[in-house]
C-alpha cells in the first residue's frame, strides 16, 4: 500500500493544496485538513488555510514535505469539515506507521546513503493539560509502576535501526533509519485518555493526544541534531476493542444526519497522514547522552526533568497517623526494645525527587501521590518541636536532609474541600 503515495498522483495531489477529493487509487488514504488550532506552543498548519493561522513562514506555501508518515489506523467521520482529524486508538495494540521518502529529485542529496533519526512522542492535545504535564506524567508513574506510554514493537517493524526507550521518558522513543529503504514501526500506546481526566466517576470525555514524530540528520560530529521535518496526528486511546466500538458508533451517527449535514463533516479514511508541524518547542540538545535524542524543558511534556539528578529526595509513606500509632502500640506489646524498627514491617515509603525546592513543587508531588489535584491541598505543614505545626516554606524545604523519612498525615481544611498536609 505504501507505494501508492509514491505515485506521480500524489506529487499532483500534495502540490494543489492536498485537496480532499484522492484519486480513488489512493484507496482511502485521506489527508488531515486540521485547523490545528492548538499544538503545543506552536499551530499546526496547512497551506490551504489562511496565512495567519499559520505558525509555518509563507514560504512554505506549495512546498514538498520530504518524508511523509502515515498511520494505518482510520480517521473518525465524525470530525468537522475544517477541524483536525482525530484517530481511534485501542490500548496496547500494535499500529503501524509507514515512514516514506517524499523528496523530489536531487532534495537533501547529504542523507542519500545515509540513516537518518525519528523521535517518536505522544503528547498532549489540550492546551490545558500541557500546563501540568510534568505533574500528570508523574502521577501515571505512581498508578502504574514498571509501564511506558510508548512503546515500539519490535518484531512487527520493518526497517528500523538501534530502536531505544529511555526508561525516564516514558512518552518517547527514538529509532535510526535509512529513507531508501522500506521502513514501518508498530507502535503501542499503552495509556488511556480517561486516565488523565480530573473527575472518575465513569462515563467522562477521554482526553485527547498527539503522535509527533521529529526527524534529525547527522551533523559533521555524527550526532543526529540537524532538523529535517516534524508532523503529528490527533488520537484518542481506549481499553481494548473501545476504539471499534467507538468508531462504529461515530458511523452510525453521521448515517442518521441528513444529506446536508453530512456536507460539513469530513469523510472517513483508511488511513491517517500526519501534518506537518513545528519541532518539538524550545529543544536543548544533550551530547553524549543515551536518552532519546534531546532534554526537554518544564514547558514540554516529555520527561526530560528525569534524566538530571534531582537535588533532593525525600521518602514519604501514606499510613495515617492513626494507624501508626495502633501498629506501634501493638509492636510495643510484643517487643518493648524494637519500637525503632517497626516501620520496615508495616509501612511502604515512595520516593519524591525535587528539583527546584520549592513549596509548590512539593504541593504538586505529594497532590501525584494522593490522585488528587494540587488545588485541593490548602496548606503543607511540618510537625515541628511539641507537636506544633510549622508551615512549610522554600527555606524549610532547602534544609532538608537528603533521604529524609516522613508519614503523611492528612487533615480535613475548616472553611473548603481541600486539606492540610502534616509531614511528621
Known sequence: MAWALKLPLADEVIESGLVQDFDASLSGIGQELGAGAYSMSDVLALPIFKQEESSLPPDNENKILPFQYVLCAATSPAVKLHDETLTYLNQGQSYEIRMLDNRKLGELPEINGKLVKSIFRVVFHDRRLQYTEHQQLEGWRWNRPGDRILDIDIPMSVGIIDPRANPNQLNTVEFLWDPAKRTSVFIQVHCISTEFTMRKHGGEKGVPFRVQIDTFKENENG????????????????????????????????????????????????????????????????????????????????????????????????????????????????????????????????????EELTAVELTEKIAQLFSISPCQISQIYKQGPTGIHVLISDEMIQNFQEEACFILDTMKAETSDSYHIILK
Open 223 to 354: 550526532e543526529y541534531t540537524e532538523h529535517l521535518h516534524s508532523a503529528s496526528c490527533q488520537i484518542k486511546v481506549f481499553k481494548p476493542k473501545g476504539a471499534d466500538r467507538k468508531q462504529k458508533t461515530d458511523r452510525e451517527k453521521m448515517e442518521k444526519r441528513t444529506p446536508h449535514e453530512k456536507e460539513k463533516y469530513q469523510p472517513s479514511y483508511e488511513t491517517t497522514i500526519l501534518t506537518e508541524c513545528s519541532p518539538w518547542p524550545e529543544i536543548t540538545y544533550v551530547n553524549n547522552s543515551p536518552s532519546p535524542g534531546f532534554n526537554s524543558s518544564h514547558s514540554s511534556f516529555s520527561l526530560g526533568e528525569g534524566m538530571v539528578r534531582p537535588r533532593l529526595t525525600i521518602y514519604v509513606c501514606q499510613e495515617s497517623l492513626q494507624l501508626r500509632e495502633q501498629q506501634q502500640q501493638q509492636q510495643q506489646q510484643q517487643q518493648k526494645h524494637e519500637d525503632g524498627d517497626s516501620n520496615g514491617t508495616f509501612f511502604v515509603y515512595h520516593a519524591i525527587y525535587l
